[in-house]
């Protein structure tokens, strides 16, 4: 199952989010454990706006343990921040009503409610870094010992 967690802190690394969902994916006595397969952080970029949004798809198996995920875990803060946890369905244009032209009259949309224009950037490997090169108040540093 991939569940989505959206509208994350922007400083949210892989580790967090493994951390986040590793109580409940540990299972129990009578409870089914799970495992983690798979973590990706997107930046979702809107056209017309400023400021980008961060979520996360994770993909758990099995489907039991994630819907115990979304049960426990759902507007739990991460980051200091609560956040939305829900199912990712896969969409495809061939399951989309719209892409048939019949009764395009009788069609009551005023618009599209997706939104155009959205760029999506995978930044899951740009997570915080512990290198000895930083940048101090624009100044390159470099520590030898």
Same mark, same amino acid.
């Given at each position: ?6 509208? %994350? ?7 967090? %989010? ?11 006595? !009578? ?22 949004? !961060? ?7 099995? $489907? ?24 990712? !369905? ?11 032209? %019949? ?27 512990? $290198? ?10 470099? %520590?030898?010992?």
């Amino acid at each position: 199952m991939i569940l989505i967690l959206k509208r %994350i802190s922007p400083s949210t690394a892989v580790r967090d %989010i493994e951390s986040f969902l590793q109580p409940i994916l540990k299972g129990g006595l !009578f409870i089914k454990s799970g495992n983690l397969e798979k973590i990706n952080i997107q930046k979702l970029q809107p056209a017309n706006q400023d400021k980008p949004e !961060f979520n996360a798809l994770v993909r758990v198996e099995p $489907d039991g343990v994630g819907q115990r995920v979304i049960k426990q875990l759902n507007r739990k803060p991460l980051n200091g921040k609560p956040i939305n946890i829900s199912e990712y !369905f896969l969409r495809f244009c061939e399951n989309d009503r719209r892409n048939r032209q %019949i009764n395009k009259h009788n069609d009551r949309r005023r618009h599209d409610r997706r939104r155009s224009g959205l760029q999506i950037v995978d930044i899951t490997g740009q997570g915080k870094s512990d $290198d000895t090169h930083r940048n101090i108040n624009g100044w390159g540093t470099d %520590i030898t010992l």
